[in-house]
C-alpha cells in the first residue's frame, strides 16, 4: 500500500516560473513531512520540512504547504532555476516513528532555460 | 567534516553470490538507517540499527538479507545469495538521535551503493 503518493512522475517549468510538486498521503499519523532533492547518482538531500501542526513553512525560495483535511502537500519553487532539475520525493514520519521516514515515488522536475 | 560515507559504490554480482555494502555514519552520529530504491520507485525502508543493537528491521526481507553495525567500523548490508530483482540502489542515512529533533527527522543520507546483479 502506498501510503505517499506523487501522481506526476514529471513536470517541466520554465526558468523563472513557479514550480508546484504535489504530494498526497493516506495514514493521518505521520507527524512530520518532508522534502528532499535528488540528483542522479547521489543519495537524497533534505530540502524542507513542515510538522503536522502547521500549514506552511518557507525557506528562501521553497515552501511547503500543507492541508491536513485533504492528506495533501505541496512544494512550491519559485522562481524556478536550471539547478533545480532534480528528481524531488515527498516523504513523511509517523508519530513517534523518528527518523523511519516513508518515500513517495519521486517528481522528476525539469527546469526549462 | 565528513558525510555519511558508502562503499562501493558500485557493486556487479553474479546470481548466487554474495553483496556485501558498508557505511560510515556522520562524524558524531549512532544511528545508522538502510534504505532501498529498486528502479522507478522511492526510497523504501529497510532497517534501523544503533551500536550492536537492530532497533528496527520491519522493511528487510525475511531472508537473504542482515545487517549489523558493530561496536567498531561501519555497518554492514548483506546480501547473500543475489538473485536480479536485488538489483536497487542501497542508501545509508545516519542521525545523531533516534527520535526527531524540533525541526523534525533529521537524517542526512550518503550517496548510495548501486548494485547490479548479472
Known amino acids: 500500500d502506498q501510503q505517499v503518493k506523487q501522481n506526476s512522475p514529471s513536470l517541466s517549468v520554465q526558468e523563472g516560473r513557479i514550480s508546484i510538486l504535489n504530494c498526497d498521503y493516506t495514514?493521518?499519523?505521520?507527524?512530520?513531512f518532508l522534502w528532499y532533492k535528488k540528483y542522479p547518482a547521489e543519495g537524497p538531500t533534505f530540502l524542507i520540512s513542515i510538522s503536522s501542526i502547521k500549514d506552511k513553512n518557507e525557506d528562501g525560495r521553497f515552501t511547503v504547504f500543507l492541508n491536513k483535511s485533504a492528506k495533501h502537500l505541496s512544494l512550491h519553487i519559485v522562481p524556478s532555476q536550471p539547478g533545480d532539475s532534480a528528481v524531488y520525493f515527498c516523504?513523511?514520519?509517523?508519530?513517534?516513528?523518528?527518523?523511519?521516514?516513508?518515500f513517495g515515488t519521486g517528481t522528476q522536475l525539469k527546469v526549462e532555460l | 567534516n565528513a558525510g555519511v560515507m558508502q562503499n562501493p559504490r558500485h557493486l556487479v554480482r553474479r546470481r548466487g553470490q554474495e553483496a556485501r555494502l558498508r557505511c560510515s555514519p556522520m562524524?558524531?552520529?549512532?544511528?545508522v538507517y538502510w534504505y532501498r530504491q529498486l528502479p522507478e520507485e522511492g526510497l523504501k525502508f529497510m532497517v534501523y540499527?544503533?551500536?550492536?543493537?537492530?532497533?528496527?528491521e520491519s522493511g528487510m526481507p525475511k531472508e537473504r538479507f542482515s545487517a549489523e553495525f558493530p561496536k567498531e567500523g561501519p555497518s554492514i548490508l548483506r546480501i547473500q545469495q543475489v538473485v536480479r530483482g536485488d538489483s536497487a540502489a542501497y542508501f545509508c542515512?545516519?542521525?545523531?538521535?533516534?527520535?526527531?529533533?524540533?525541526?523534525?527527522?533529521?537524517?542526512?543520507f550518503g550517496e548510495g551503493s548501486w548494485l547490479t546483479v548479472v
Open positions: 516523504a513523511a514520519s509517523p508519530r513517534g516513528g523518528g527518523n523511519k521516514l516513508t
Open positions: 495514514n493521518s499519523m505521520f507527524d512530520y
Open positions: 540499527l544503533q551500536k550492536e543493537n537492530i532497533i528496527d
Open positions: 562524524k558524531g552520529h549512532s544511528h
Open positions: 542515512a545516519s542521525s545523531q538521535k533516534g527520535g526527531v529533533s524540533h525541526r523534525g527527522p533529521t537524517i542526512y
